[in-house]
């Protein structure tokens, strides 16, 4: 096959052609280094994308098996009820030590194949380090130029692969009830607060009662004694009870979506911008370690520098690599 110019693949993204968009998540899995170049043209050019800058960037994570895949499936039908196109990334990390071919059956979804407005798609990727830092990073970008709302669905509380911040305008947190650890985590401000929490099988209804309840005041602990850093100061968690199995609860996630998307209108662009510095700088450091930043000048000075560089315009992709470059052309250098 020739290889495609990346400006006609990123109009034909930017049209929502389901191939088109399969087929730049096939590349962004792919991490040989002539993809990899590739992949970071095609991230140019879709760089402006106008459904990028209006769309929502939602990320569902919690534990495994709270229903994040089955409540992702309702969440995206009803979305799509509304006359909004979805996309939607499922990231095992655990496909990583598996092989990468599990992941079919992690994301346990539902979906209309023959809905254009619609793409689901999960993301493995083997080896190296980062390596699915850098994809789920470059899948949000290809999704977001393609679809009104992207889903990323990530498992895991506290230290996972993948920071779903970094890539998410929102953070949702979905939790089962008669689950104590993310209250214990989030009563000691080891976490950080999520934009909005899901307890989801609220068809156990009485222990869902009780976990909303208790949720509701860890979060207001937390929120009062300024835990978790980053956090809107004037945003108030909601904690919406679902049943994904019985679909009920969807429309008042789908408000509190709606609402949680009105309130960072405003600071959407600075937003995103702090996500792909910490996305650069947490990549940079996991590949090349403290030497490697301190080597480049120390955190502060790499923070400055990546975000000086991203608002020139580099896309975090290229800017990631070019910081590489850097470092082992210091090391070059180093007698
Ligand atoms: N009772 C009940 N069961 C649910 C609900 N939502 C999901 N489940 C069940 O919980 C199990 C796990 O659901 P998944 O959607 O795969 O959960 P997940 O969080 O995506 O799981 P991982 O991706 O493996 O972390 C399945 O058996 C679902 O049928 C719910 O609202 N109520
Ligand atoms: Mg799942």
């Known amino acids: 096959m020739p290889p495609s110019d990346p400006n006609e693949d990123a109009q034909h993204v930017m049209s929502s052609d389901k191939a088109a968009v399969s087929r730049a998540l096939n590349l962004v899995e792919d991490r040989r280094l002539e993809s ?21 960037r939602v990320g569902l994570t919690g534990p ?36 990468g071919s599990l992941l079919g059956d992690r994301a346990r979804m539902s979906f209309d194949p023959t809905d254009a407005g619609l793409f689901v798609r999960s993301l493995a990727t083997a080896g190296e380090v980062g390596g699915l830092a850098y994809a789920v990073n470059s899948a949000v ?11 990323i669905e990530t498992t895991g509380v506290g230290q996972s692969e993948v920071d779903v911040v970094d890539v998410a305008d929102t953070v949702v947190l979905v939790i089962q009830p008669g689950s104590g650890d993310v209250l214990q985590f989030l009563k000691a401000g080891i976490m950080e607060i999520p934009d ?9 209804e009485e222990l869902a009662r009780r976990a909303v309840a208790d949720l509701q005041g860890a979060i207001q602990t937390a929120q009062a004694v300024g835990a978790a850093g980053g956090q809107d100061a004037d945003w108030q968690t909601p904690i919406v009870a679902t049943s994904a199995t019985q679909g009920t609860g969807i429309d008042a996630l789908i408000a509190a979506l709606e609402q949680h998307r009105k309130h960072i209108q405003s600071s959407l662009a600075a937003r995103r911008r702090q996500g792909e510095v910490r996305w650069v700088l947490d ?14 000048g120390g955190p502060d000075r790499l923070e400055a520098l990546a975000k000086r560089e991203l608002d020139g315009g580099q896309t975090p992709l290229a800017l990631c690599e070019q910081l590489s470059r850097g470092y082992v052309a210091a090391l070059g250098k180093t007698p």
């Open 36 to 56: 990899q170049a590739r992949v970071a043209a095609l991230l140019a050019a879709l760089k402006d994308a106008p459904k990028a800058a209006d769309g929502h």
């Open 64 to 99: 495994p098996g709270v229903g994040k895949s089955t409540l992702t499936s309702v969440l995206a039908r009803s979305v799509r009820r509304r006359g909004l196109t979805v996309g939607v990334v499922a990231v095992d990390p655990s496909s990583i030590r598996s092989g």
């Open 196 to 204: 909005i929490l899901v307890v989801n099988k609220a068809d156990q």
């Open 141 to 151: 970008r290809v999704l977001a130029a393609a679809y009104d709302m992207v889903v």
């Open 283 to 296: 990549l940079f450091s996991r590949k090349h370690g403290e030497h490697g930043v301190s080597t480049l």
